[in-house]
């Protein structure tokens, strides 16, 4: 479905803690999903992919499951630092003649304190 | 090798006004998407362009329209600015289809 603004979800964790942040998405057509992070006064940053042809996909100090049937996606953050504070999307595409076309989460506010 | 390249950082027109924006994307990478960031809305897709030709388009008024040059350059175009157009302009690039998204840091519009 389309991105809709709301109060942003926050999740506050210590440092040296693992994150979990979720996303559930609504089209069924979708086959490729990204995380990206974003800081303050920049653009998002990649941070993994997984396609729907996969289930989990793990990235340095990030994993990315994916469970299609309850079309729910989900980051976990190893070793959360401090660094690692900033607002997280989730984003989809639907293949066929989507192209470029992104439709993001609402975004997640990760806080990590000392 | 250079990001994704937005032109310029801040801008502040008046209503009615109009706006280009630019965007290069990282060399070799043909498809350019822009997107507008609200705090309201988050980000919304407006279009995608690949060798030249729009191949998607999202949800928003013929006010906002783009162009990619055959240097994979692009830029859009907003025309007639109302309040609401104030927002963060986000293009990304791609090498291919579904190949990561890469964006840049943005254009932060401001519409008084």
């Known amino acids: 479905g389309e991105s809709v603004g709301l109060h942003l979800p926050t999740l506050s964790v210590q440092e040296g803690d693992n994150s979990i942040i979720n996303c559930a998405y609504s089209?069924?057509?979708?086959?490729?999903f990204i995380w990206y992070k974003q800081e303050s006064g920049k653009g998002p940053q990649f941070i993994i992919d997984?396609?729907?042809?996969?289930d989990k996909r793990q990235g340095q100090r990030v994993t990315v499951l994916l469970n299609k049937t309850v079309k729910h996606l989900s980051l976990q953050i190893a070793a959360t630092q401090p660094g690692d504070s900033a607002v997280y999307f989730c984003?989809?595409?639907?293949?066929?003649?989507?192209?470029?076309?992104?439709?993001f989460g609402q975004g997640t506010i990760l806080t990590v304190h000392p | 090798k250079a990001g994704v390249t937005q032109t310029p950082r801040y801008l502040i027109k008046t209503r009615g006004q109009q706006v280009t924006l630019s965007c290069s994307p990282i060399?070799?990478?043909?498809?350019v998407s822009w997107y507008q960031q609200t705090p309201g809305q988050g980000l919304q897709f407006l279009f995608e362009?690949?060798?030249?030709?729009?191949?998607n388009k999202g949800n928003f008024p013929g006010r906002f329209s783009g162009r990619q040059f055959s240097n994979s350059r692009s830029e859009m175009n907003v025309s007639t600015l109302e309040l609401g157009d104030s927002a963060l302009y986000l293009c990304?690039?791609?090498?291919?289809?579904?190949?990561?998204?890469?964006f840049g840091s943005g254009t932060r519009l401001t519409v008084v």
């Open positions: 990304a690039s791609s090498l291919r289809d579904n190949y990561g998204y890469t």
């Open positions: 089209n069924s057509a979708s086959d490729y």
């Open positions: 984003a989809e595409n639907a293949g066929g003649t989507s192209y470029g076309k992104l439709t």
């Open positions: 362009y690949f060798s030249e030709t729009q191949r």
């Open positions: 060399s070799g990478h043909r498809s």
């Open positions: 997984i396609r729907s042809n996969m």
